[in-house]
Nanobody
């Protein structure tokens, strides 16, 4: 089973940018996604990069502001976050799942998770 390590979170002012990284312990063969969870809220889908068809998908609240990308040589998934808003404040998690799963928009579509990285956007 692969291991995931996120980094890149921090404190930023509204309108600013951050780039999150998720390093995978092995060659990327599966679907990968980003989710986030704010205090008192359910885990929310942010973005995904599927392995077979190379689909990039985004949640409605981040589409047009966030970009997901992957570097196979570096075994890393990225999330570039621009025009950040206070409502983007959450712990962001990287996830890894089967390349044949069509359920890449839901947490249930993934079986391996990182520990998360905190993103705080001040107003």
């Amino acid at each position: 089973q692969v291991q995931l390590a996120e980094s890149g979170g921090g404190l930023v002012q509204a309108g600013g940018s951050l780039r999150l990284s998720c390093v995978v312990s092995d060659y990327i063969r599966g679907n990968m996604g980003w989710f986030r969870q704010a205090p008192g809220k359910e885990r929310e889908f942010v973005a995904a990069f599927t392995n077979v068809h190379k689909i990039r998908a985004y949640g409605d609240s981040v589409r047009g502001r966030f970009t997901v990308s992957r570097d196979n040589a570096e075994k890393t998934l990225y999330l570039q976050m621009n025009s950040l808003k206070p409502e983007d404040t959450a712990v962001y998690y990287c996830a890894y799942g089967s390349p044949y799963s069509g359920n890449y928009l839901e947490p249930e579509g993934y079986d391996t998770w990182g520990h998360g990285t905190q993103v705080t956007v001040s107003s």
